[in-house]
């Protein structure tokens, strides 16, 4: 990847554009594919030795994450309208179908950098003591902590499922990741295929006992598979696959509802089980485990994707740790307005004074959060309105 320092590069000189047509759809930048470029810049940070490593693996992380989103909201939109025969062009004369192929090309190939990014970074993280085991790598006294690590926060959780006329195919929520296991019965070589969701509020990563100054990890799907036996007792696995599932999520509320609420309501519940628009499979998959459970999520070839690597990529911030500032941006406290301290923390106090203009990331956003707080004790305060993008699960603007 090149890398651009546009405080130091020269200018681009200008150039002509020959056979433009200023006045057609040519002029035009299609919206879906300078998101792609966009994120595609998002990962170029993630190769850019200027940044710190693990502020490296972090930039990864957001790639992936954007392009689950991506692919969920804005990639299920156009996938609606492609089935729906929508021919409409865009301003910039692609039919959804057209982008939908110069999609499906470009994400491809970002899927694939981001896994050859990836694969560097553990190298380099490897340099710097933190490492990611593999199962053929844990000594003697990893397999005894890691047996009681399983059974008390892994096993509890886990739910395996037999696939087969009497158990119908599970719903795989948005998101999910799940394990494919063919099976054979040890006293009588009978064969049987299973699934094996892994709950979202596990982590992705297990710490592993490690020499002070050296981290060490074991990913779930190794862990889980180290304990197979506990799992079905009386079988041994034969092959395996992870699978993940991105589904519609695209809402469709109609503003002018009776009642808003429960129109949200429905269309969230509705979104949980939205069609599946990308199936993301490790490669080499058996086929006959793989045709099932394209088969069971209705899926189409051309909306399955083959990892040759790490499925669930912006699982990776996991390994941002917070303890190893040497591999981090050094920490920036924000400061806390001058006139906001005069009037002891009184937000009411300040503004009145003088109106405020806060400057973020420089000045701190718990004024904002304090005067919301403030505002929700005061009885002359009659209502709080305001649009909230997005929340954290512990929102304090909620609360």
Known sequence: MTQADFLKSPLTQPCDLPDLD??????????????LGFNWRVLEEAGNPRVPLLERL????????????????????????????????????????????????????????????L??????MAEQGIS??????LTKADIAYLETAFLEQVFPVLSPLAIDPAHPFPFIANMGYCLA????????????????????????????????GQQRFIFLDD?????????FPG???????GFRVLRDSDLEVEEEAEDLVREFEVALKRRRRGEVV???????????????VMRELHVKPEEVIELDGMIGVADMKELVLDERHDLLWPQFTPRVPERVQDHDGNMFDAIKQKDMLLHHPYETFDMVVRFLSQAALDPDVVAIKQTLYRTSKRSPIVE
């Open 278 to 292: 990308r199936l993301t499979i490790s490669t080499n998959a058996p086929k006959a485990l793989r045709d099932i």
């Open 22 to 35: 200023l006045t057609g759809p040519g002029r035009f930048v299609n919206r879906e594919l300078s998101w």
């Open 132 to 137: 990611v085991v593999g199962r053929k790598d």
């Open 58 to 117: 972090r930039f990864l992380s957001i790639s992936a994450g954007n392009l689950d989103e991506f692919y969920t909201v804005r990639v299920a939109g156009l996938r609606e309208l492609a089935h729906a025969g929508n021919t409409t062009p865009a301003a910039d004369g692609l039919t959804p179908a057209e982008q939908l192929v110069l999609i499906d090309e470009d994400a491809r190939r970002l899927m694939a950098a981001q896994q050859a990014t």
């Open 181 to 212: 296991l063919q099976l054979e019965r040890m006293k009588d070589r009978k064969a049987r295929q299973a699934l094996l969701p892994i709950p979202a509020q596990i982590d992705r990563f297990m710490a592993l006992p490690a020499p002070e």
């Open 235 to 241: 079988y041994r696995v034969k092959d395996h696959f």
């Open 119 to 124: 694969s560097d970074l553990m190298g380099m």
């Open 223 to 231: 862990l889980v598979l180290l304990h197979m036996d506990s799992l």
